[in-house]
């Protein structure tokens, strides 16, 4: 599956952001679908990953009620709803795909995750 990432761009802190994972190929509805982001020096860490009913989510726990995973089978697209944005949440931010059963201790970890998109630029100003 081929996926690509959309939606980032400059914000003021406490402002909000709304990402795109648009993707194609093998069938969308089969994978869990995650987003990871990656700021200068650090390493890539999770954010949070729906699966492949929409039905469960899972967040890193300094997003949670500020961020929404959500996805949209018909139209191959995951959702990532980013609200009181913080200078913290600076980073590239990539969704990837994982086509295995959903496993909590799995979810976060970035070698299990099969397709990667490019990755979108999230700056968030103080």
């Known amino acids: 599956v081929q996926l690509q990432a959309s939606g980032g761009g400059p914000v003021q802190a406490g402002g909000s952001l709304r990402l795109s994972c648009a993707a194609s190929?093998?069938?969308?509805?089969?994978?869990?679908i995650a987003w990871f982001r990656q700021a200068p020096g650090k390493e890539r860490e999770f954010v949070a990953a729906?699966?492949?009913?929409?039905?469960?989510?899972f967040y890193l726990d300094s997003v949670k009620g500020r961020f929404t995973i959500s996805r949209d089978n018909a139209k191959n697209t995951v959702y990532l709803q980013m609200n009181s944005l913080k200078p913290d949440d600076t980073a590239v931010y990539y969704c990837?795909?994982?086509?295995?059963?959903?496993?909590?201790?799995?979810?976060?970890?970035?070698?299990?995750?099969?397709?990667w998109g490019q990755g979108t630029q999230v700056t968030v100003s103080s």
């Open positions: 190929g093998r069938t969308f509805s089969d994978y869990t």
């Open positions: 729906i699966d492949w009913t929409g039905g469960r989510t």
């Open positions: 990837a795909a994982d086509g295995a059963a959903w496993v909590t201790g799995r979810l976060i970890n970035p070698v299990y995750y099969d397709y």
